[in-house]
């Protein structure tokens, strides 16, 4: 069963960059897409962007310009950041398993909650 | 992008009601349309997707109808466990979209 597993600073000041991580295990970081999506504390969900193994994105335009979505397959791991942040990028990030062809989000990882605060 | 309306917002039930939840997508978007639970303090767990196919292992009290714009979750016993924040999402088009969630709660 394939799991995943966010990493990456909780605080964040505003105008600095948000860097997350997901580590994923029980399977191979290839042949699928990933996808970061985030969820503002007590409200909906926003699907930022995803990556797929060999390396191709897609943002949302609504985030677009201040968001880059890495892989690293020989870690097993696909990245996020987010710069110039604000207050209003404080939620509860979670990486997840679909994208591309698809946009089926099947796999979460358990999110991590990140604060832009100074 | 597409838009996802859910109704209602929030809603109380008991256990053993039967409930339904509508989205309804600003567009057409075929049957590629999924829905997730969620409970406090958790990711959301996939349960519905192409409308109506259920994912392995989500129990059989959970049902999922309609194509083009209008779709409905069914829960038709509901038991203790279900009480959470319902989720409707497409995939038929960039960027993904949500609906902004059912919480049924406890009457």
């Known amino acids: 069963q394939v799991q995943l597993q966010e990493s990456g600073p909780g605080l964040v000041r505003p105008s600095e960059t948000l860097s997350l991580t997901c580590t994923v295990s029980g399977g191979s970081i290839s042949s699928y897409y990933w996808s970061w999506i985030r969820q503002p504390p007590g409200k909906g969900l926003e699907w930022i962007g995803y990556i797929s193994y060999s390396g191709s994105t897609n943002y949302n335009p609504s985030l677009k310009s201040r968001v880059t979505i890495s892989v690293d397959t020989s870690k097993n791991q696909f990245s996020l950041k987010l710069n110039s942040v604000t207050a209003a990028d404080t939620a509860v990030y979670y990486c997840a398993r679909g994208g591309g062809n698809s946009g089926l989000i099947d796999y979460w990882g358990q999110g991590t909650l990140v604060t832009v605060s100074s | 992008a597409i838009r996802m309306t859910q109704s209602p917002s929030s809603f109380f039930a008991s256990t053993g009601d039967r409930v339904t939840i509508t989205c309804r997508a600003s567009q057409g978007i075929s049957s590629y349309l999924a829905w997730y639970q969620q409970k406090p303090g958790k990711a959301p767990k996939l349960l519905i997707y192409a409308a109506s196919t259920l994912q392995s292992g989500v129990p059989s009290r959970f049902s999922g109808s309609g194509s083009g714009t209008d779709f409905t979750l069914t829960i038709s016993c509901l038991q203790s466990e279900d009480f959470a924040t319902y989720y409707c999402?497409?995939?038929?088009?960039?960027?993904?979209?949500f609906g902004g969630g059912t919480k049924v709660e406890i009457k």
């Open positions: 999402q497409q995939y038929y088009s960039y960027p993904l979209t």
